[in-house]
């Protein structure tokens, strides 16, 4: 297994704006996927993209996945205070024994 | 509800108690993850079973912890001789196959006073 590295650490933004968080990782993968965490809650999966897709959508979320780069990076469209929370990565290999970096805790500004 | 539930949400507990926290996982997942999570840390992998099989347990895991999953369904967490650094969120997730989203419950917030 192996962890994904969020940057940034802290991320604040008003309301309606755009925001991008991004994730490194070190080995190949199958897949990445990414969470979100809401305060004293547990995580909830948002979106998986796998290793041979470049760019998912799901609603105002967009993956996007660099492979060559070991980079991916989640983009919130249109933020809204409810979108508040931690987002944390995961790349997976063959093992899922899907391990987390730290996360990026976006406060959203009503 | 037939999401990932725990028990109890909260504990508090004098250090050198032994503490057991309970996970019931979606009834068609076979795979049970506990992750442990330090405030302003992401979750911390422990222990995964497959089925009633534990089949990998992190290096950080001290002899104090112990997990079951009799039968392959409820796991259960047990923390003997509580320790004030053992003080975090205890997090039960479960996916129904290698590549599957993980899903998680609320967790069990532990205190050692």
């Known amino acids: 297994s192996q962890q994904g590295e969020e940057d940034p650490q802290a991320l604040s933004i008003q309301e309606g704006e755009n925001a991008t968080m991004n994730c490194s990782y070190k080995t190949s993968i199958n897949n990445l996927q990414w969470y979100r965490q809401n305060s004293g809650r547990g995580l909830v999966h948002l979106i998986l993209?796998?290793?041979?897709?470049r760019e998912k959508h799901s609603g105002r979320l967009r993956v996007t996945l660099d492979t060559s780069k070991k980079s991916s990076s989640l983009l919130i469209t249109a933020s809204r205070a409810a979108d508040t929370a931690s987002y944390f990565c995961a790349p997976t290999n063959a093992g899922n024994m899907l391990t987390f970096g730290g996360g990026t805790r976006l406060m959203v500004k009503p | 509800d037939t999401g990932v539930s725990q028990d109890p949400r909260h504990k508090i507990t004098k250090r050198g108690q032994n503490v057991t926290f309970r996970c019931d996982p979606i009834s068609e997942h076979n795979r049970l993850y506990w992750y442990r999570q330090t405030l302003g840390q992401g979750p911390e992998f422990l222990t995964y079973?497959?089925?009633?099989?534990?089949?990998?347990k992190s290096r950080l895991l001290s002899d104090r912890f112990s997990a079951e999953r009799p039968k392959g369904s409820f796991s259960t967490l047990e923390i003997q001789r509580t320790e004030q650094g053992d003080s975090a969120m205890y997090l039960c997730?479960?996916?129904?196959?290698?590549?599957?989203?993980?899903?998680f419950g609320n967790g069990t917030r532990l205190t050692v006073t």
């Open positions: 997730a479960s996916s129904s196959n290698r590549d599957s989203p993980l899903h």
């Open positions: 993209i796998r290793s041979n897709e």
């Open positions: 079973f497959q089925n009633e099989a534990q089949l990998e």
